[in-house]
């Protein structure tokens, strides 16, 4: 597959398996060295804010721990569409740029009776990844999850 | 989704793992634990008039639902609380420069924040006294660029192109002479001021009282004691904004943040916290319904993936503190250790509040150190963090429960553990004070305010 084919792919394939909940097969596509954030542009504070920060170790403690946690569990959706990737002119390593919007469709994190089943916007926002190329292969070396979102209600305990 | 993900076993390790080996954790989780048991074969079910009787508590020790869900008593509120207290509004590092401007609300009363060319900060209503638009749309910016209908250093009101300046006075009204002749004319006009002061740690307070019964030094001083030397001793600056809209009463926000028995629902601070120490800490009640929560020191390095906050410190504390101070009618302010958190409330409706968080470190932090705060802050009350969420999915809960037009019942407020954490006299001293303002007993909101007997007090 051709490079910017193989990144796509793995874009892809990564947001399949964070909306399974499937954390640690996310985490195989991520290298050692892994950084995540979560970032939104505040007008109100004029301030480029982090809402979270956690390197790879930081993130398996987040997902080994959910279980004892009280959550909303409803399921998050993601859409996402890649919209330019740059492969680095040696092969090794790409920026890629996603569009990524977050449906959640309840479940039980006000009245179920009422709302369970009903799919709403929750994020808007975009992946700016950067990635590894190797064997043939793409891993995550960087994920920018940048939000236009300043209000987030309820919130959320997943990585977006 | 996998529902089945949740209940696996590590659900059953209740009890925190590393604080077993405190006597006072174990006896106070295993009780719980057993009591739960107990209930269930003991203890029946209500029937409808069980329900709704009278708890065998005195009536300061429950409230009343109908003050969470009672559109007239919600629009009291408004009138009678929130248009004569100080609320802050703001921070004053959110308007760093001259010409800076914030907006905000209080009771539905659209205002700007500005801050002067002589450097003051002003509060004005954002309502133009023209045809009743407001003045400035954005949440923040600088009236140092000019508007499509208007010059630079002026507020301009877009629709017919009135401007004032950053005090308020009206100086310029299109065509004025053409159409008012000697009639009416700029000084007739101006923005309607408000009082606004920066204080405790250069928070922006408000009131819409032009003569608010007691000054903001003597509203807040007493409850800010235990940190004003900390917040005063050197600029801070906000490096957090979200909010949230939650279909839940404003009060039950506020009630999450004064009473800590509800850290049974954080795994994260069961296990950085539940020792002696913290079962020593005391809510203390100060005058105008303010409470605080003292501190003790927080083992973070207990929770997998968080460390100390010793480091980072906020100037002349001990590490690792954590103090909560809950003002009336639904402000907050939260230090632990190395971050300030600010949560301010304006209610919405009955059942509908929003809470605007802030996040808040020291001006002078070097980027690594300001970027340790932000982790610090996130890991727990950020918006993807571990107990904000947890909060959030409770008082909306309790909102699901008290709709408008729902049926009436009893919220208990009566714990007495000695006036310690999990005591819930904060919250019975809030109620005292709400009494008050709104000449209504919280237990039957339909009854006058009566001044509670001696040994009933607090
Ligand atoms: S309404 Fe503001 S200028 Fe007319
Ligand atoms: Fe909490």
Redesign the interface.
Same mark, same amino acid.
């Not at chain 1, 804010?49 to 956690?54: H, P």
């Given at each position: 597959m051709e490079n910017t084919n193989i990144v796509r792919d793995a874009i892809y394939r990564a947001t399949m398996l964070l909306d399974g909940?499937k954390w640690d097969q996310w985490l195989d596509l991520c290298d050692d060295d892994f950084k995540y954030e979560?970032k939104?542009w505040?007008?109100?504070?004029?301030?480029d804010?982090?809402? /979270?920060? /956690?390197d790879r170790?930081?993130l398996a403690?987040?997902v080994? @721990? @959910?279980?004892?946690?009280?959550?909303?569990?409803s399921?998050l959706t993601r859409h996402t569409t890649v919209y330019s990737v740059d492969v680095a002119e040696d092969g090794k390593t790409a920026k890629a740029v996603s569009s990524v919007v977050v449906y959640q469709t309840m479940?039980d994190?006000?009245?179920s009776h009422i709302d369970s089943g009903e799919s709403r916007l929750f994020l808007v926002g975009k992946y700016i990844d950067t990635m590894s190329i190797e064997d043939g292969k793409a891993r995550f070396l960087n994920r920018e999850v940048r939000l236009e979102? +300043? +209000?987030?209600?309820?919130?959320?305990?997943?990585p977006? | 989704m996998n529902g089945s993900r949740y209940l696996s076993s590590e659900r059953s390790s209740f009890i925190p793992q590393d604080t077993t080996g405190d006597a006072v954790t174990r006896a106070i989780v295993m009780q719980t634990v057993a009591g739960g048991q107990q209930q269930e074969d003991l203890v029946a079910a209500k029937n409808h008039a069980q329900w709704v009787a009278n708890p065998p508590l005195p009536p300061n020790e429950w409230v009343d639902s109908k003050i969470y869900s009672d559109e007239g008593i919600f629009n009291e509120e408004l009138e009678k609380i929130f248009k004569k207290v100080w609320i802050p509004v703001c921070h004053e590092s959110e308007l760093p420069n001259a010409y800076d401007f914030r907006t905000t609300t209080i009771a539905r009363e659209p205002i700007v924040i500005v801050r002067g060319a002589d450097n003051q900060i002003r509060a004005f209503l954002n309502v133009c006294p023209h045809r009743g638009m407001i003045v400035e749309r954005r949440p923040a910016g600088s009236f140092l660029d000019g508007q499509p209908s208007g010059n630079p250093k002026r507020m301009t009101c877009m629709f017919h192109g009135w401007q004032y300046d950053m005090k308020g006075n009206c100086v310029f009204i299109s065509r004025e002479k053409e159409g008012y002749q000697d009639r009416l004319c700029k000084d007739d006009i101006g923005l309607r001021r408000l009082r606004c002061e920066v204080k405790f740690g250069g928070f922006v307070w408000v009131t819409l009282e032009d003569n608010p019964s007691v000054s903001l030094e003597d509203w807040a001083a007493s409850a800010f004691s235990c940190l004003r030397k900390t917040l005063d001793a050197e600029p801070l600056e906000v490096f957090h904004y979200h909010k949230a809209i939650v279909n839940t009463n404003y009060k039950l926000w506020h009630d999450t943040n004064c009473e800590f028995y509800h850290d049974f629902m954080h795994y994260h601070n069961r296990v950085t916290g539940f020792n002696d120490a913290y079962f020593a800490r005391k809510n203390e009640a100060f005058e105008h319904g303010h409470i605080i929560v003292g501190t003790f020191e927080v083992n973070y390095d207990k929770y997998e993936g968080f460390e100390s906050r010793a480091e980072l410190s906020f100037p002349h504390l001990p590490p690792n503190q954590w103090y909560m101070i809950d003002l009336f009618p639904g402000m907050n302010f939260n230090l632990r250790g190395s971050a300030l958190r600010c949560d301010i409330v304006t209610p919405l409706g009955p059942n509908k509040v929003m809470i605007e968080f802030r996040g808040l470190g020291l001006k002078r932090d070097t980027p690594e150190e300001r970027m340790t705060r932000i982790n610090h802050h996130n890991s727990i009350w950020g918006p993807f963090g571990r107990n904000l969420h947890e909060d959030l999915i409770g008082v909306q809960g309790q909102g699901t429960t008290m709709l408008p037009g729902s049926e009436d019942r009893h919220i208990l407020l009566g714990r007495h553990e000695n006036q310690t954490i999990h005591d819930e006299n904060g919250m019975r001293h809030y109620y005292s004070e709400w009494a008050k303002w709104m000449n209504r007993q919280a237990s039957d909101p339909s009854k006058p305010y009566e001044r509670p007997a001696a040994a009933a007090a607090e």
């Open positions: 909940q979560i939104s505040s007008p109100e504070i004029n301030y804010m982090t809402y /979270l920060q /956690l170790k930081g403690s987040l080994k @721990l @959910l279980p004892m946690h009280n959550t909303d569990h399921p479940l994190g006000i009245n979102n +300043r +209000r987030l209600d309820k919130g959320s305990h997943w977006i | -």
